[in-house]
T-cell receptor, first 114, second 112 residues
Framework: ETGVTQSPTHLIKTRGQQVTLRCSSQ?????VSWYQQALGQGPQFIFQ???????GRGNFPPRFSGLQFPNYSSELNVNALELDDSALYLC?????????????FGPGTRLTVL | DQQVKQNSPSLSVQEGRISILNCDYT??????FLWYKKYPAEGPTFLIS?????DKNEDGRFTVFLNKSAKHLSLHIVPSQPGDSAVYFC???????????FGTGTSLTVIP
């Protein structure tokens, strides 16, 4: 069984640029959730994709967008990067979109915005 | 508005003793709870879960207790081992929802 993978592991961008982060879900899982973890904080929910549709969104602006592909892998896109976007971005996969299913996390992508 | 709170940022215990990590929540709709362990430069690793129909769940050295009336859960690790040193997050969700809400974490140090 393959776990959740994310790429790249680290990324440095400048303010105003755009970035795409990628996530492959655990085999058998059809749901991917994205989280932002700032230093010293817990993960904050960005959005969730279930069967290629957005299935809920946290308190993040529209410049955070995503996609899920037929193989259930996913992308997180962030436009017009701001300094406060510097964080660890985590994706988590689960079998179903419901809140009662355990989510399994990837190793994360560390984004630094200069 | 922090719906899940871990009020102890850090905890130190001696190897072999019990570690107790606490978590409080405010939303009465939450009915599924998870604990994760996180090492630096890694993603959170799932440890143990509990649903609101239970008040205790055990898996090896890890036991989670849920007190619904107090909106409180705790993770007990017995006996604590140096490899348990990590940041522990609790997370809560409503089965009717689709997101987990996380606490800010407790950094556990197990002293050999």
């Amino acid at each position: 069984e393959t776990g959740v993978t994310q790429s790249p592991t680290h990324l440095i961008k400048t303010r105003g640029q755009q970035v795409t982060l990628r996530c492959s879900s655990q085999s058998g899982h059809n749901t991917v959730s994205w989280y932002q973890q700032a230093l010293g904080q817990g993960p904050q929910f960005i959005f969730q994709y279930y069967r290629e549709e957005e299935n809920g969104r946290g308190n993040f602006p529209p410049r955070f967008s995503g996609l899920q592909f037929p193989n259930y892998s996913s992308e997180l896109n962030v436009n017009a990067l701001e300094l406060d976007d510097s964080a660890l971005y985590l994706c988590a996969s689960s079998f179903d979109g419901a809140g009662g299913n355990t989510q399994y996390f990837g190793p994360g992508t560390r984004l630094t915005v200069l | 508005d922090q719906q899940v709170k871990q009020n102890s940022p850090s905890l130190s215990v001696q190897e072999g003793r019990i570690s107790i990590l606490n978590c409080d929540y405010t939303n009465s709709m939450f009915d599924y709870f998870l604990w994760y362990k996180k090492y630096p430069a890694e993603g959170p690793t799932f440890l143990i879960s509990i649903s609101s129909i239970k008040d205790k769940n055990e898996d090896g050295r890890f036991t989670v207790f849920l007190n619904k009336s107090a909106k409180h859960l705790s993770l007990h690790i017995v006996p604590s081992q140096p490899g348990d040193s990590a940041v522990y997050f609790c997370a809560a969700s409503a089965r009717t929802g689709n997101q987990f809400y996380f606490g800010t974490g407790t950094s556990l140090t197990v002293i050999p």
